[in-house]
């Protein structure tokens, strides 16, 4: 008896990751490069562009360089255009951008909830709309969208970033049947060691110890350790995942009952 599969590979897919110069988003450009795709990784900052752009080019894939503003439709207009012309075509999609300021309900300044928003939920949304209408869905076109663990935690102080995540979680599931047959699936990643949490969840500190020992795994991720769920959603083999959040949090929400 034979067994025949589609293999989990991003071999040959034309990718653009825009927060793809820093932290998760920068793994999956690099891990997508490694694996044969061709990358255009993008953010605001001009130099972490070039950086990135470099480390893909030596991996041997075709790249090119250009910098983009979630907040701005027309700048993510120009970045569609600036990948369609440079592939022939976009195959993938991978929306990993946003901070997060701690504050809470009670403080966080309308001007500060609302640019967050217009980041956060606003940017998945241009970055979604603008992208699909130019991707063909029939040859197994893929959008991801970066989210977070604490759309479950409800973690105090993070009101708009926690509320944009949770949006970002509803956008998908609609965006999933609007967007058919292009699959767009969110990943939910848990407390993951990035330069955006280096001061907040530093080791040493009583955060990190917390999450740590809250963790099955005993420690926090590293960005390297959410790019197989990347690969597996960008992939053929998930032609028939669609709508989904996948969890990858070391079992912390496992780990999460205190006797």
């Avoid at 990135?52 to 503003?69: F, L, M, N, P, Q």
């Amino acid at each position: 008896m034979t067994y025949d599969h589609t293999p989990v590979t991003v071999a040959g897919k034309r990718a653009v990751v825009i927060g793809g110069t820093s932290g998760i988003g920068r793994a999956i450009a690099l891990g997508f490069a490694a694996e044969g795709a061709d990358v255009i990784a993008t953010s605001r900052d001009e130099e972490r562009v070039a950086e990135v752009t470099a480390a893909i080019d030596d991996r041997g894939v075709e790249t090119t360089e250009i910098t983009c503003d979630v907040a701005e439709r027309a700048s993510v207009e120009t970045l569609c255009k600036k990948a369609v012309d440079t592939f022939s075509g976009v195959d993938v999609l991978v929306n990993s951008f946003g901070g997060a300021a701690r504050r809470s309900v009670l403080d966080v300044s309308e001007d500060e909830f609302e640019r967050v928003m217009n980041v956060q939920l606003s940017g998945i949304y241009r970055a979604t709309q603008v992208f699909a209408r130019e991707m063909d869905g029939g040859s197994g076109a893929s959008i991801i969208e970066i989210g977070s663990l604490s759309t479950s935690l409800s973690i105090p102080e993070l009101a708009a970033y926690t509320t944009a995540k949770g949006g970002l979680e509803a956008f998908t599931r609609v965006a999933a049947r609007d967007c058919a047959p292009t699959r767009v699936n969110a990943i939910r990643p848990g407390f993951t060691e990035t330069p955006l949490t280096a001061e907040t969840y530093a080791e040493g500190t009583h955060r990190h110890e917390r999450i740590a020992e809250r963790t099955a795994v005993g420690r926090l991720a590293e960005p390297e350790e959410i790019v197989g769920a990347a690969i597996y959603l960008a992939s053929d083999a998930a032609s028939y995942t669609t709508g989904e959040c996948i969890t990858i949090d070391g079992g912390f929400a496992a780990g999460a009952f205190e006797e």
